[in-house]
């Protein structure tokens, strides 16, 4: 074999080589992209309304193609009914390592999953030789909590009353699309808040408090908003709205006239200058639960489980209604007694135990009782008078009888 032979036999054979490892490359480097979610964390708690899904997205022996994509939407079995966003960031084709940064806008509470998804060519230094380009796609995925808390509530206002003294409150809606309730409390003089009342549900933006009445003073309320939490389980408080005051005056002097024609005084079991009782302390700061019924913080999620409870433990005590006085009547409704009422010469029998008469109905007392009672009462003491003077005048026709005859008198 000449020399010429031996060059080109050698020259074919690095050609073989060559295509071999053209041939090859695709299964010798391929590879996924890395993916890294940075924000939020696993888990993590968010307590904002808006932010940003941040990742990274890397191809060690390649470059990054077609475009990046990123989704938040909630995760099955979710309280949120938040719809699906998603962002795509697209690629140079040329860079081996790229950041996203995606921002979310969330308008309920809830558990969210956010997917990052990246695709990455590979990249055999500079081998021109490959025809076939392998594409590898690579999905990173990340559960998080949306637990941001409701707005203070706005628009507080106070009314009172004039007749009754009672105060009421009243607030303007929240906003929040998953509210649960709001909870009221109320402070005397520079006292600290105290719960007062929950409402029933998002629906109900005012509450009468009618005790009040019982002692004037200078009162203040503010109101506290509850949105749906990272569950079904829990909910998330505001902060408290501005606090709205209310000056309660004294009752109306004994003997005046209010309107509606009654004669006012002293609430029996009130005495001006002092509360409905003993309240708790400061709540703000502490966590809701039922043995401490409306303790809210100002951030933070609060247990759910014992709601009922809750609600029943923070609502306002039931106090009776200061309904006025109507004055005296001489209707009283009170049935007849088992006795006897005198018609003439005749005696006629009126209600048996039990304060209804032959036709079954109560029947009020009137002048005619009054005079009948008056007639009977001076009939026994008549009869009582007359047995008194036949058993002395008895007795002394007795003594009579007894005494011993006097011996006659003989003249001298």
């Keep these: 074999m000449t020399a010429f032979t031996r060059l080109r036999v050698l020259a074919a054979g690095t050609l073989l080589m060559v295509a071999g490892a053209g041939v090859?490359?695709?299964?010798?480097?391929?590879?996924?992209?890395?993916?890294?979610?940075?924000?939020?964390?696993?888990?993590?708690?968010?307590?904002?309304?808006?932010?940003?899904?941040?990742?990274?997205?890397?191809?060690?022996?390649?470059?990054?193609?077609?475009?990046?994509?990123v989704t938040v939407a909630p995760a099955p079995n979710s309280v949120s009914k938040q719809a699906t966003q998603s962002g795509e960031f697209n690629t140079t084709g040329r860079d081996s390592e790229q950041k996203v940064s995606f921002p979310v806008q969330t308008e309920y509470n809830g558990?969210?999953?956010?997917?990052?998804?990246?695709?990455?060519?590979?990249?055999?230094?500079?081998?021109?030789?490959?025809?076939?380009?392998?594409?590898?796609?690579?999905?990173?995925?990340?559960?998080?909590?949306?637990?941001?808390?409701?707005?203070?509530?706005?628009?507080?206002?106070?009314?009172?009353?004039?007749?009754?003294?009672?105060?009421?409150?009243?607030?303007?809606?929240n906003t929040e699309k998953d509210m649960l309730f709001y909870v009221v409390q109320r402070a005397k003089g520079d006292g600290a808040f105290s719960p007062l009342a929950t409402t029933d549900?998002?629906?109900?933006?005012?509450?009468?408090?009618?005790?009040?009445?019982?002692?004037?003073?200078?009162?203040?309320?503010?109101?506290?908003?509850v949105r749906r939490g990272a569950d079904a389980s829990t909910g998330v408080n505001s902060d408290p709205s501005p606090a709205a005051s209310a000056t309660v005056p004294g009752p109306p002097a004994s003997g005046t006239t209010v309107p509606g024609g009654t004669t006012a005084g002293t609430t029996p079991g009130s005495?001006?200058?002092?509360?409905?009782?003993?309240?708790?302390?400061?709540?703000?700061?502490?966590?809701?639960?039922?043995?401490?019924?409306?303790?809210?913080?100002?951030?933070?999620?609060?247990?759910?489980s014992g709601f009922t409870a809750i609600q029943r433990q923070a609502r306002r005590p039931d106090i009776r209604s200061n309904e006025p006085d109507p004055g005296f009547t001489d209707a009283l409704p009170f049935g007849a007694t088992n006795t006897t009422r005198l018609v003439g010469e005749d005696e006629q029998a009126v209600a048996p135990p039990g304060g209804t008469g032959e036709d079954g109905e109560v029947r009020e007392l009137g002048a005619e009782d009054a005079s009948n009672d008056r007639r009977r009462s001076a009939g026994f003491l008549a009869a009582g008078l007359l047995a008194t003077v036949l058993l002395m005048h008895?007795?002394?026709?007795?003594?009579?009888?007894?005494?011993?005859?006097?011996?006659?008198?003989?003249?001298?």
Excluded: C, H
């Design 24 to 69: 090859l490359a695709p299964a010798a480097f391929a590879g996924k992209p890395s993916l890294l979610i940075t924000r939020p964390g696993d888990g993590q708690l968010i307590t904002a309304r808006s932010f940003a899904v941040d990742a990274e997205a890397r191809m060690s022996n390649g470059v990054l193609v077609g475009k990046i994509t």
């Design 111 to 173: 558990k969210y999953l956010a997917t990052v998804r990246a695709t990455g060519r590979d990249n055999p230094s500079g081998l021109g030789l490959i025809e076939d380009d392998e594409l590898e796609t690579e999905t990173a995925i990340r559960d998080f909590f949306v637990v941001a808390p409701p707005a203070p509530p706005t628009n507080v206002r106070t009314a009172i009353d004039k007749e009754s003294r009672a105060v009421t409150l009243s607030w303007a809606a």
């Design 201 to 225: 549900g998002p629906g109900g933006t005012s509450i009468v408090d009618p005790s009040t009445a019982e002692a004037a003073g200078e009162y203040r309320y503010q109101v506290v908003a």
């Design 271 to 304: 005495e001006a200058g002092t509360g409905g009782g003993s309240t708790p302390g400061n709540t703000t700061g502490s966590t809701l639960s039922p043995n401490s019924p409306g303790a809210l913080r100002s951030s933070g999620t609060l247990d759910l």
């Design 394 to 412: 008895l007795l002394w026709i007795k003594g009579e009888v007894q005494r011993e005859p006097l011996e006659a008198l003989v003249p001298e």
